[in-house]
């Protein structure tokens, strides 16, 4: 495969993809009224404003854009007062109060008429034409004004109310005219449901303290799992289970880490101060201490230390990089496996980011190819470095999963050594980790591309 090159993009290059709209100058005073935008705070979300007109929304073009502070807020103008006011969260360049680093996926939230917060329920009122802020309000046994407040203010906020934002946010899409209110109002039941149960088992219960996983029955019905939340690398790395610290594990993408130094999978105990590092084989490596500042982790063992710049941190997945060392490390709360099994429904019509360390020594190679999954045929396309999209396709292939589950991918057929023959390793709605076989390493497999192309970029940065 190709190397590819980091090209930075802007967020104004992004912000007026396709708008051709006026747009708010930097140090300019806007005089008009001022709108938050809320699943956490929001910011560096696109916003962009039009005319009130019947035509579906992702159609209409943009008259007046802008994006949002850190504290999510941006003035809308006079001029455009009952205007359609839609917010974009861009996957790897807005970022969330509610959790560290930059979104990892793309979705988008409209306001409500006369109102000027902009949250997971104003955007399911939005778009429906039969459900407004009254009924969802009704569902979820709360007032109307519970939903329209700063729920995330920190003396006046509702923690409960903040947890139903957060859980309707992870199921909202990117600039889309589908009607999601009824699907969005059945992940609402089913979450008040298990908030009934909480607070059934524990009255003082705190809800800033979880979130809600939504899954699908057989019959597609949304089931509601609370899960403890991660809002800090510490929350992260200190996890516990059942009220006692649980460890993490971690692996190098890099072959001459992970194979070469025999480091392999490794697990990390982190509880108050003190680690312990223990090797693949279960023997026990070092004990040392550490301290966690931000998105960083100071380790010090044997009058050596070590810092590593975490640049994507969620409730089950972080991934870091070693300021000395610079290869890409995933870190898990559940074992790195090499061996779990693929299913047609996670590839078939999908598309993936595939990110790798190429490097056959210590010094990393970052390379990313879009992976376009057919039936039978994958499309493997180059991130041009010139225009900042994935436009130089390479080759199409074929791919099929072999009877022990792995996805194997023939590159031989474009004239490489070996395929890749992949298993899946773990996942969540941002990503899926891979272990290739043939080359021995795990590779990251994103959803987003947008998010997909600011993980290379950190990483690529923290290279140079």
């Known amino acids: 495969m190709k190397k590819i090159s980091y090209l930075a993009l802007s967020i104004s290059t ?19 009224e001022k709108y938050t935008v809320i699943d956490g705070y929001i910011n560096n979300a ?12 992702s159609e209409a073009a943009c008259v007046y854009s802008t994006t ?23 996957g790897g360049v807005s970022s969330d109060s509610d959790t560290v680093g930059v979104s990892p996926r793309s979705y988008s939230m409209s306001a409500a008429e006369g109102e000027t917060n902009i949250t997971p329920f104003s955007t399911m009122s939005a778009m429906s034409d039969v459900t407004d802020l009254a009924d969802i309000a009704a569902e979820l046994g709360v007032e109307v004004e519970a939903l329209t407040q700063d729920y995330v203010d920190v003396d006046n906020g509702n923690a409960k109310v903040h947890l139903y934002a957060r859980t309707l946010a992870s199921q909202l899409m990117y600039q889309d005219d589908v009607d999601q209110s009824e699907s969005l109002l059945s992940v609402a039941k089913a979450t008040k449901v298990l908030v009934e149960q909480l607070e059934g088992q524990d009255p003082n219960i705190d809800f800033s303290d979880i979130t809600v996983n939504i899954k699908n029955d057989d019959g597609g019905n949304p089931i509601a ?25 971690g692996a190098s993408l890099n072959f ?10 490794q697990t990390f105990l982190y509880e108050d101060g003190v680690v312990k590092q223990y090797k693949e084989d279960g023997a026990l490596d070092f004990t040392g201490e550490y301290t966690i500042s931000g998105d960083q982790v100071e380790v010090r063992a044997h009058d050596e230390s070590e810092t590593d710049q975490f640049i994507y941190v969620s409730n089950d997945i972080a991934l870091g990089v070693p300021i000395g060392d610079r290869d890409l490390g995933v870190t898990a709360q559940e074992p790195l496996i090499k061996d779990g099994r693929f299913s047609d429904d996670e590839l078939v019509n999908k598309t993936h980011y595939f990110l790798v360390d190429e490097s056959d020594n210590k010094s990393p190679d970052p390379m990313m190819v879009k992976i376009e999954y057919g039936t039978e045929k994958a499309t493997l396309t180059d991130f041009n470095q010139e225009n900042g999209k994935f436009d130089e396709v390479f080759g199409t292939v074929s791919y099929e999963i072999n009877g022990e589950g792995a996805v194997v991918i023939k590159l031989t057929e474009l004239g490489d050594d070996t395929d890749t023959v992949m298993f899946k390793s773990i996942e969540n709605q941002h990503m899926l980790v891979g272990y290739d076989v043939n080359h021995q390493t795990f590779s990251l497999n994103f959803f987003d591309e947008e998010f997909a192309i600011e993980i290379y970029k950190r990483w690529a940065d923290l290279t140079k």
């Open 46 to 57: 696109m916003i962009c404003v039009k005319e009130p007109v019947k035509e579906p929304r």
């Open 225 to 249: 799992e609370d899960v403890p939340r991660v809002s800090s690398l510490e929350d992260f790395l200190e996890h516990k289970v059942e009220g006692e610290p649980a460890p993490v594990y």
């Open 14 to 32: 992004l912000l007026l993809a396709g708008c051709g709209s006026e747009s708010e100058s930097p140090g300019v005073i806007v005089d008009g």
């Open 256 to 265: 001459a880490y992970f194979v070469g130094d025999d480091e392999g999978v």
């Open 68 to 90: 949002t502070n850190s504290n999510g807020v941006f003035t809308l103008p006079n001029q455009y007062k009952g205007y359609l006011v839609t917010a974009h969260v861009v």
